[in-house]
């Protein structure tokens, strides 16, 4: 198809709307723009085709027999895209909305979570990703990232969802008759960490402490961890909101407490999001809201 040959579409839409509406204003109305905006396309067309596409009487008009055959063309031209555009337009407000965190993220804080906004919004489909991997946002993919941010590194303005104390924490009967008062005192513990991190190594590192011999570290997917803390099978980094019932009563102790940097912030992609997004998003922050409150 020559593209170059093919009259502005502004100018083919305007004669279009003429020749179904028999008339430049009711044709401006449904445009949403003026008779003199539409007559100028209109004439525009017709020096581009070099031929009289409309005939004005008065106030009245008709189509010159070309006017009409083009307009025939036109219909069923304009009437395929419709067509194309409306299904496009359906399937992508049929698509499943796409979430993606990390396991003990989702363990922890969406899923008791969940089931509110499924009841209120049963028409909108959900596809929960959990994963400590960085999934990429983009058109027809994963529409929503809830992800994890240091607050003690920069980063541009985000849309906080949770921010907590992070802690190392443990059992009592793990530490018990140990002296666990400084972060050197950790080395001997069994760490549990998240498949592709390294956050034992990164907190101790952080606190001054070079291990001499290797740790103890098992690494699992994050939903895991808490299970195994709660058992007793090793000490953990993690954010506080996700032991605060555990540490009420008294099943886990927080060995060391770093004040409000771990910050759980909601990402979505560039440009315009669908209704079934938007939705979804002010949804996670009012309860984000009911949890501060």
């Not at 044709?27 to 005939?55: F, H, K, W």
Request: glycine fraction near 6%.
């Amino acid at each position: 198809m020559d593209w170059l040959t093919l009259p502005p579409l502004n100018s083919l839409r305007a004669f279009s709307a003429v020749a179904e509406s028999g008339s430049f204003s009711r044709a401006a109305d449904r445009l949403n723009v003026t008779p003199a905006a539409v007559s100028q396309q209109v004439r525009l067309l017709e020096d581009r085709l070099n031929v009289a596409l409309v005939t004005r009487s008065g106030r009245g008009l008709a189509l010159s027999p070309e006017g009409v055959a083009l307009a025939k063309k036109l219909d069923s031209g304009f009437a395929q895209i419709f067509a194309g555009v409306a299904e496009l337009t359906e399937a992508e407000v049929a698509r499943p909305l796409q979430v993606t965190m990390s396991p003990a993220f989702a363990t922890e804080w969406f899923m008791p979570r969940v089931t509110e906004f499924q009841t209120v919004h049963p028409e909108i489909p959900l596809v929960i990703n959990p994963t400590a991997e960085v999934i990429e946002l983009r058109p027809g993919g994963v529409d929503v990232a809830i992800r994890y941010h240091d607050l003690r590194r920069p980063k541009p303005a985000v849309h906080s969802l949770v921010v907590s104390d992070m802690i190392i924490v443990a059992t009592p009967e793990l530490i018990e008759g140990r002296d666990v008062s400084t972060p050197a005192a950790l080395v001997a513990l069994p760490w549990l960490q998240e498949l592709g991190t390294n956050e034992a190594a990164g907190w101790l590192t952080f606190h001054g402490v070079i291990p001499e011999t290797p740790l103890t570290v098992t690494n699992m997917p994050g939903h895991l961890i808490m299970d195994a803390v709660r058992r007793g099978d090793g000490i953990t980094y993690s954010a506080r909101a996700f032991f605060r019932e555990d540490l009420k009563a008294g099943r886990v102790v927080a060995l060391f407490s770093e004040s409000g940097f771990g910050n759980y912030y909601v990402e979505t992609g560039d440009g315009h999001l669908r209704p079934t997004v938007r939705c979804f998003v002010n949804w996670l922050m009012r309860q984000a809201e009911t949890v501060r409150a």
